[in-house]
């Protein structure tokens, strides 16, 4: 899957860059090629790197889940300017980007109903991923060293036991 993308690399030898298939720990390709790119397909934003969103923000993917489910009509009384929809969970509730997900968008190979909610939950723990891809490597080592700590607490006690028992038993006494 990542071999069917061409990456831009390099420099060679002769200093010019040069495109290879993708390899896994590539990182994801950028969707624009420059910044004036992206403000110009977004009506003069630049879209933010995805990539850290989940860290970025304060209830991260919990956060994201409720931006991408919380489009809804916004109250009486509230005007939007052109092009904003009314999503409570944006900061103002006034964002620019349309609602991305719909009921039935894709197909789910293992028959998994295609709703708006499941959509956005495998995006929020897909960009969770994306912030941190050695989580998981990262617990299973702190379990290791937590497992490793208590066996090296148990050996140092069983040492000074073993070491100063005769100190501690030891009777002393003072002749004139």
């Known amino acids: ?39 110009a397909a977004n009506n003069g934003a630049i879209p933010p790197d995805l990539s850290l969103m989940v860290k970025a923000r304060h209830a991260g993917a919990d956060y994201l889940f409720a931006l991408l489910t919380g489009y809804v009509d916004p109250p009486e009384g509230t005007e939007l300017l052109p092009g904003l929809y009314y999503n409570p969970y944006f900061g103002g509730g006034a964002i620019a980007m349309e609602r991305q997900l719909q009921d039935g968008q894709i197909e789910y190979e293992d028959g998994t109903p295609c709703t708006t909610s499941q959509m956005a939950k495998d995006v929020s723990v897909f960009l969770a991923w994306a912030a941190e891809p050695e989580h998981d490597v990262r617990k299973k080592q702190g379990m290791q060293t937590a497992i490793a700590l208590v066996a090296l ?24």
């Open 153 to 176: 607490c148990g050996l140092t006690g069983y040492y000074k036991r073993l070491k100063w028992a005769p100190l501690k038993t030891r009777k002393i006494t003072y002749t004139k």
């Open 1 to 39: 899957m990542a071999a069917d993308i061409d990456v831009i690399d390099g420099p060679n030898d002769e200093g010019e860059m040069f495109e290879r298939p993708g390899k896994l720990s590539d990182p994801l390709p950028r969707p624009y090629p420059n910044d004036e790119a992206a403000a």
